[in-house]
């Protein structure tokens, strides 16, 4: 996201529909292909289905993986990076393509609306073949235009063939940079999934709501000389929360995502109140709060709008985004108790943290060194929470840096397994 910072406390100014990425480094798909997605693919097949001469892509694939190719801007209807040649001075690539009109614009909201799991999919940053298929999204033969400032006048040249290879790259990363190519910002489309499910799932709560029962106003003014006849029963609750209204966005209102937010959090917590009698979060220190109601956010990959989430929550309590993140990991491994592990070594009694090294040891792992409640290699740790549960955790090898992964176990041995997938 371009999001520029001035002065502590200024509004950050953002222009939704010019990206720029820095140099990606190319990571081979486990099928042999360049792109690792199937519209990554898609992308790529776009390009060298109307390419002129294989030998100049083979050339632009190989310039890509040995990073010839420098940051990409992307904007509607372009994807423009300098690229290094054999001369000193790097050339200017471009890969020009049609945007989607209105129309398709459209079709394809109505689709990605129709079914929440396609919205929970784009979060995700997953594109559902469904919404792959609309007309004008994904290139087609002749659809990308190449361009460059070398002298070959090759169709592509290696250069316009490079950068299209490295661009499918930052789509097999983030789908909403294939919907910024196309015409459309991510907050944009972010912003009208959002009002237009809002609305869906307000028209269906409404048709499906029995009548609600009323007393007549003649009754009650008629009613000078005698008792007023009884109120109606409160209300039933629910069986869920109900959703905010839509909120729309306005450059000089907060982000109507981040009240859509709040305001599901809020019907939330009453629903849970209105049927237990406690707050579910009363207990939770501002910290706590924090992480909970960031682990919420839907979708596990971070768009925009989750790094602007993380950063204002972060920068509101003196912490890092990245302090979040991880924070975050561990509310979403094991809730408020993952999320102890994270942060309170502690020294365990004698009994099951003793047994684990050998039941390891057994199970044919590596040896593990204890220390206070965690028993750790270069790049594996597992961590014995006050509940009883064993927690994996992973870094690099050679590096504290650990984070949590896979599910708590009360087993050491199958904390692990779950932790390496075996």
């Known amino acids: 996201?371009?999001?520029?910072?001035?002065?502590?406390?200024?509004?950050?100014?953002?222009?939704?529909?010019?990206?720029?990425?820095?140099?990606?480094?190319?990571?081979?798909?486990?099928?042999?292909?360049?792109?690792?997605?199937?519209?990554?693919?898609?992308?790529?097949?776009?390009?060298?289905?109307?390419?002129?001469?294989?030998a100049r892509l083979a050339r632009g694939k190989a310039y890509a993986g040995r990073g010839h190719v420098d940051a990409i801007t992307v904007t509607p209807g372009r994807v423009v990076a300098y690229v290094h040649g054999s001369r000193a001075r790097p050339y200017r690539a471009e890969i020009r393509m049609r945007t989607l009109g209105d129309d398709g614009w459209e079709r394809f909201l109505d689709e990605?609306?129709?079914?929440?799991?396609?919205?929970?999919?784009?979060?995700?940053?997953?594109?559902?073949?469904?919404?792959?298929?609309?007309?004008g999204l994904l290139p087609v033969p002749g659809d990308l235009v190449p361009d460059c400032t070398c002298p070959d006048d090759g169709y592509p040249c290696k250069h316009a063939a490079a950068l299209c290879y490295q661009a499918a790259r930052l789509l097999d990363e983030d789908p909403f940079v294939l919907f910024l190519m196309r015409g459309r910002g991510e907050q944009e489309l972010l912003a009208e999934l959002t009002r237009r499910n809002a609305a869906r799932s307000a028209a269906e709560t409404i048709a499906a709501?029995?009548?609600?029962?009323?007393?007549?106003?003649?009754?009650?003014?008629?009613?000078?000389?005698?008792?007023?006849?009884?109120?109606?029963?409160?209300?039933?609750?629910?069986?869920?929360?109900?959703?905010?209204p839509v909120f729309p966005p306005d450059p000089d209102a907060p982000d109507p995502l981040a009240l859509d937010l709040l305001a599901t959090e809020a019907a939330a917590r009453a629903h849970v109140f209105l049927s237990t009698g406690r707050d579910p979060v009363a207990a939770l220190t501002p910290w706590q709060d924090a992480v909970r109601l960031a682990a919420a956010h839907p979708g596990s990959g971070l768009t925009a709008s989750t790094r602007a989430l993380y950063r204002d929550l972060a920068y509101a309590l003196d912490r890092t985004p990245t302090d979040l993140a991880r924070a975050?990991?561990?509310?979403?491994?094991?809730?408020?108790?993952?999320?102890?592990?994270?942060?309170?070594?502690?020294?365990?009694?004698?009994?099951?943290?003793?047994?684990?090294?050998?039941?390891?040891?057994?199970?044919?792992?590596?040896?593990?060194?204890?220390?206070?409640?965690?028993?750790?290699?270069?790049?594996?740790?597992?961590?014995?929470?006050?509940?009883?549960?064993?927690?994996?955790?992973?870094s690099d090898a050679g590096r504290e840096d650990w984070w949590p992964r896979g599910a708590p176990d009360p087993d050491p041995v199958g904390a692990l397994t779950d932790l390496l997938g075996r």
Not at 20 to 49: C, H, I, K, M, Y
Not at 224 to 240: G, Q, S, V, W
């Open 1 to 54: 996201m371009n999001t520029i910072r001035g002065a502590r406390g200024a509004a950050p100014r953002h222009d939704d529909r010019r990206r720029s990425f820095p140099q990606v480094a190319p990571r081979e798909a486990p099928d042999g292909r360049f792109a690792a997605t199937w519209w990554g693919n898609a992308w790529v097949e776009a390009l060298e289905d109307t390419a002129l001469d294989p």
């Open 112 to 135: 990605a609306t129709a079914r929440p799991d396609h919205i929970a999919a784009l979060l995700d940053k997953d594109v559902p073949h469904a919404l792959g298929t609309i007309t």
């Open 209 to 244: 709501a029995p009548p609600m029962p009323t007393v007549p106003a003649r009754a009650v003014l008629d009613a000078t000389d005698r008792p007023a006849p009884p109120l109606p029963p409160p209300l039933p609750l629910p069986e869920r929360p109900g959703r905010p």
């Open 328 to 394: 975050v990991a561990a509310w979403r491994q094991g809730g408020a108790a993952g999320l102890v592990v994270l942060e309170e070594p502690w020294d365990p009694p004698a009994g099951p943290f003793d047994r684990a090294r050998p039941a390891l040891i057994a199970a044919d792992f590596p040896a593990f060194r204890p220390w206070r409640n965690r028993l750790s290699t270069e790049s594996l740790q597992l961590r014995l929470g006050r509940d009883g549960l064993w927690y994996g955790y992973e």
